[in-house]
């Protein structure tokens, strides 16, 4: 199932490129993370995440939103 972080304005698709860029990172108790891909879609005020194969049964996962993200006015979200 995919892990979707919506925000209330618009985000500038420039922004998730880059290693400062914005992405959904998705990781085990164990600090593996999980690979995927990040899309954004609903005029770009949604962020969607798909791994790249179903997330393992009975595993707990913390997704975290990174600060990367910016609105189209440059604003950047605040660390998490």
Avoid: H, K, Y
Wanted: hydrophobic fraction near 35%; charged fraction near 10%; proline fraction near 11%.
């Amino acid at each position: 199932a995919p892990i979707v972080a919506q925000f209330s304005e618009a985000m500038d698709r420039s922004s998730l490129a880059g290693p400062d860029g914005g992405s959904i990172v998705v990781s085990a108790a164990d600090g593996r993370v999980v690979p995927g891909s990040l899309s954004l879609s609903n005029g770009n005020t949604r962020a969607t995440f798909r791994p790249s194969s179903p997330f393992p049964p009975n595993t707990q996962l913390t997704a975290t939103v990174t600060a990367g993200f910016r609105s189209l006015g440059g604003q950047a979200l605040p660390g998490p």
